[in-house]
C-alpha cells in the first residue's frame, strides 16, 4: 500500500506542481469566505496608527531630510546580538505608522516566531498595512494557524512563495516526489530576509524567525548578523519586495489547496488569529517592556547608529532560476565577485559554509596570483558547531584546495569564549535582563563531548580592504549563486566596514576558533601521504583516503598567535584532529560517507 501511495504520488507529481491549483471556483470561494470573516474594525483612529515614541523614526526623517540624490545619508546599526535582533524588530513593529514588509526564508511557530505574529497582527488592528512573504518549504506549516492568519484582519496578508503542490504543507512522501519529478523547481528557495518599516526603516541579514536565531534555543544557537539601515536605501528594499509580492509564485493562502481546505470547513463564523501562550513568558516579558521603553532603545540603539553615505541595497529577482540571463539575476552574487576582484589589501570572509563556486575559485586563483600579498581571512564553522554535516564534508574534502588559494581559515568553535563578553555586556543592564544574563553563562560551560547549550556559525559578510562591508543572506556558495533568491547591504564606509572586520576577527581568535592548518610532516611517510591524499580528493567519487592534508589546531597555553605560516607556528599550535570536540562516531562517519560520494552534490547542498 506504502509502495503504491508513493508511485502514485510520483506519477501526479509534475501535474501538482505544475498546475493543479485550487480550482478558480474554489479560490473565490476560499477568498470571500476568509474575507467574510475578517475583522475590519480597528483599535486606534489616529492618523499614526497609534504609534509609539520611536528614535528611529527620528534618524529616518533626518536622513532623508539630509539625502540629496548625488549624497545619501543613511544610520546604521550592526546587530551582533540575537536578543537585540528581535528586540529591535518588536519596536520597530510597534513603532510602524503606515506600514510593514516581511520577507523570510523560514518562519516557526516558537516564541519568537508566534511574537512576530503577534505583533504584525497587533498593527495591522490598529491600522498599519501588513504583508509577509515567507519561503513555503520551512515556514508555518500549521494549517490550522495559516487559516486564522488568512481571517486575522483586513490589514494583513501573508502569501507563500514557490508552495510544493500548491499547499502549504510537505510531508515527506511529497517532499520526496518534489525532488524526484520537478527538481530544479523544488529546489529554487527563496532565501531572501528583510523587515521594512514605513518605507524609511529596514533590516536585512541572515535571521529567519525562530528561537535559534535570537539566542532564545535551549540546545542550538546561531551567530548570525543583520544590519538596521534608516534612510533612501529602504526604497530599494521596497522595490525589491514589490517584485517578490506581485509574482505568479507568491501565493495567497486562500489558494493553497490545504489551507483553502480548511477555510472553507470552519466557514464565516471561525475565530481569528488569537495570541499564543509562551514557553517562557518571563523571557518575554522582558524583551518586551524594554522594546516598549523608547529611551531604553534610544540610549542602546539609536544613539549607537553610524551616519554612513552611500548603501545599496541588492536582491535577485524571483524567477531567478527561470531567467539567468536576465541583469538583475544572480544580482548579488556578481557584485560579491566584483568586490572580490577589487580587492588590493585583504579580504574578510565569514560564511556558515565553506563550498565555493567554480567561478569564485577563479576569481580568487586570479586575485592570488595578481596580488600574492593579498591576505584572505576566512571564518567558518567547523563540524561541532555546524548543523549541516553534509556541506562541511565538502569543505573537509577540499580543505587543501582553499589553503592554497591563500585562505587563513578559523572554524568556529561549539563554545566560544565570547559568549562570555555577551554575558558581561546583558550584566550592564542591571535587573532588566537576569533570563538574557543567565542564558549567556550556559555558553562555554561544558565542551560538546558532555553536552550543553552550543553556537553555530549562520553569519554572511564580506568586508574588501577594510572600507565595503557586504552583509546579507548570502552565504558565498553555489546554492547561492545558483538557486536561492538572495538579498542584503553593501555599505561603503571605512569606519563600519572596520568595524565589522574587527567583529569576524574576533570570532577568528584562538579563544573561539581553531586554526586550520597543513598536519606537521617531515617524513618520507607524511609526504607520501599528502600525495595519496591529493589523489583520493581529485575524484569525485570513491575519496576515501582517511588521512587528510589540513587538520585543526589550537593555540597552546602560553603562546601568542601567530599566521600558520609562521616558522614558530607548529611550536605554539597543537594538532588537535580533522573533527575537535565531536563526540558522536556517526556524525564523523557521515561525514566521511559524503566526502567520499558527495562531490556531485556541490551545487546543491
Known amino acids: 500500500m506504502r509502495r503504491g501511495r508513493a508511485l502514485c504520488a510520483l506519477l501526479l507529481a509534475p501535474a501538482l506542481l505544475g498546475g493543479c491549483a485550487v480550482d478558480h471556483l474554489h479560490a473565490r470561494r476560499a477568498a470571500a469566505t476568509a474575507a467574510a470573516a475578517q475583522a475590519h474594525a480597528l483599535d486606534c483612529a489616529r492618523a499614526d496608527a497609534c504609534a509609539r515614541a520611536s528614535p528611529y523614526q527620528e534618524l529616518a526623517a533626518r536622513a532623508f531630510a539630509a539625502s540629496t540624490p548625488t549624497a545619501p545619508v543613511h544610520y546604521v546599526n550592526l546587530l551582533e546580538r540575537g536578543e537585540d535582533a528581535l528586540l529591535l524588530r518588536i519596536h520597530l513593529l510597534r513603532a510602524a505608522r503606515r506600514s510593514i514588509d516581511v520577507q523570510t526564508f523560514l518562519f516557526a511557530a516558537d516564541d519568537a516566531g508566534q511574537l512576530m505574529l503577534d505583533e504584525l497582527v497587533a498593527a495591522a488592528r490598529r491600522g498599519v498595512s501588513v504583508r509577509v512573504l515567507v519561503d513555503q518549504l520551512f515556514s508555518l506549516d500549521d494549517v490550522e494557524l495559516l487559516a486564522a492568519l488568512a481571517r486575522a484582519h483586513v490589514n494583513f496578508e501573508l502569501r507563500v512563495y514557490n508552495p510544493t503542490f500548491h499547499r502549504a504543507t510537505t510531508p515527506p512522501l511529497e517532499f520526496a516526489a518534489g525532488i524526484l519529478c520537478c527538481f530544479f523547481r523544488f529546489n529554487q528557495r527563496m532565501h531572501d530576509k528583510l523587515l521594512l518599516i514605513d518605507d524609511a526603516i529596514g533590516i536585512a541579514g541572515g535571521r529567519n524567525y525562530e528561537n535559534r536565531y535570537y539566542d532564545w534555543d535551549d540546545e542550538f544557537d546561531y551567530r548570525d548578523r543583520d544590519v538596521l539601515v534608516a534612510g533612501p536605501a529602504a526604497r530599494q528594499m521596497r522595490a525589491a519586495f514589490e517584485r517578490f509580492w506581485r509574482h505568479p509564485r507568491s501565493v495567497p493562502l486562500s489558494r493553497l489547496r490545504d489551507v483553502a481546505a480548511r477555510i472553507l470547513a470552519d466557514g464565516v463564523r471561525a475565530p481569528g488569529y488569537a495570541p499564543h501562550a509562551w514557553r517562557a513568558p518571563a523571557r518575554v516579558a522582558a524583551l518586551l517592556a524594554r522594546a516598549d521603553d523608547p529611551e531604553y532603545v534610544r540610549a542602546r540603539f539609536a544613539a549607537q547608529a553610524?551616519?554612513?553615505?552611500?548603501?545599496?541595497?541588492?536582491?535577485?529577482?524571483?524567477?531567478?532560476?527561470?531567467?539567468?540571463?536576465?541583469?538583475?539575476?544572480?544580482?548579488?552574487?556578481?557584485?560579491?565577485?566584483?568586490?572580490?576582484?577589487?580587492?588590493?589589501?585583504?579580504?574578510?570572509?565569514?560564511?556558515?559554509?565553506?563550498?565555493?563556486?567554480?567561478?569564485?575559485?577563479?576569481?580568487?586563483?586570479?586575485?592570488?596570483?595578481?596580488?600574492?600579498?593579498?591576505?584572505?581571512?576566512?571564518?567558518?564553522?567547523?563540524?561541532?558547531?555546524?548543523?549541516?554535516?553534509?556541506?562541511?564534508?565538502?569543505?573537509?574534502?577540499?580543505?587543501?584546495?582553499?589553503?592554497?588559494?591563500?585562505?587563513?581559515?578559523?572554524?568556529?568553535?561549539?563554545?566560544?569564549?565570547?559568549?562570555?563578553?555577551?554575558?558581561?555586556?546583558?550584566?550592564?543592564?542591571?535587573?532588566?535582563?537576569?533570563?538574557?544574563?543567565?542564558?549567556?553563562?550556559?555558553?562555554?560551560?561544558?565542551?560538546?563531548?558532555?553536552?550543553?547549550?552550543?553556537?553555530?556559525?549562520?553569519?554572511?559578510?564580506?568586508?574588501?580592504?577594510?572600507?565595503?562591508?557586504?552583509?546579507?543572506?548570502?552565504?558565498?556558495?553555489?546554492?547561492?549563486?545558483?538557486?536561492?533568491?538572495?538579498?542584503?547591504?553593501?555599505?561603503?564606509?571605512?569606519?563600519?566596514?572596520?568595524?565589522?572586520?574587527?567583529?569576524?576577527?574576533?570570532?577568528?581568535?584562538?579563544?573561539?576558533?581553531?586554526?586550520?592548518?597543513?598536519?606537521?610532516?617531515?617524513?618520507?611517510?607524511?609526504r607520501l601521504n599528502e600525495r595519496i591524499g591529493d589523489l583520493s580528493s581529485a575524484l569525485p567519487v570513491f575519496d576515501l583516503w582517511p588521512f587528510r592534508y589540513a587538520s585543526s589546531f589550537e593555540l597552546k597555553p602560553g603562546c601568542a598567535p601567530v599566521p600558520r605560516g609562521d616558522p614558530g607556528f607548529y611550536a605554539c599550535y597543537a594538532d588537535v584532529g580533522d573533527f575537535p570536540e565531536v563526540k558522536l562516531p556517526l556524525k564523523t562517519i557521515y561525514t566521511r560517507i559524503v566526502t567520499a560520494f558527495g562531490a556531485g552534490l556541490e551545487s546543491i547542498l
Open 306 to 526: 553610524e551616519q554612513v553615505g552611500a548603501v545599496e541595497y541588492f536582491a535577485d529577482l524571483p524567477d531567478k532560476l527561470d531567467d539567468p540571463g536576465h541583469a538583475q539575476n544572480r544580482a548579488l552574487s556578481r557584485h560579491i565577485l566584483e568586490l572580490v576582484r577589487g580587492a588590493r589589501s585583504e579580504i574578510v570572509l565569514q560564511t556558515p559554509y565553506l563550498v565555493l563556486s567554480g567561478t569564485a575559485r577563479r576569481v580568487f586563483r586570479e586575485q592570488r596570483r595578481a596580488h600574492p600579498d593579498l591576505r584572505i581571512v576566512v571564518s567558518t564553522n567547523s563540524l561541532a558547531a555546524t548543523d549541516a554535516f553534509y556541506v562541511y564534508a565538502l569543505s573537509y574534502k577540499y580543505k587543501k584546495r582553499y589553503l592554497k588559494l591563500g585562505f587563513d581559515i578559523f572554524e568556529f568553535k561549539p563554545f566560544p569564549a565570547e559568549a562570555a563578553d555577551l554575558v558581561a555586556d546583558y550584566a550592564t543592564l542591571g535587573a532588566r535582563a537576569p533570563a538574557a544574563e543567565a542564558r549567556y553563562r550556559k555558553y562555554g560551560r561544558a565542551p560538546l563531548v558532555r553536552g550543553g547549550v552550543r553556537l553555530g556559525l549562520h553569519a554572511k559578510s564580506l568586508v574588501i580592504d577594510g572600507r565595503i562591508a557586504l552583509i546579507g543572506s548570502h552565504n558565498f556558495d553555489p546554492r547561492s549563486d545558483r538557486f536561492n533568491t538572495e538579498s542584503g547591504f553593501i555599505i561603503e564606509d571605512a569606519r563600519f566596514a572596520q568595524r565589522l572586520r574587527a567583529t569576524i576577527l574576533a570570532d577568528c581568535d584562538p579563544a573561539n576558533a581553531w586554526t586550520i592548518a597543513r598536519r606537521e610532516h617531515g617524513t618520507w611517510l607524511g
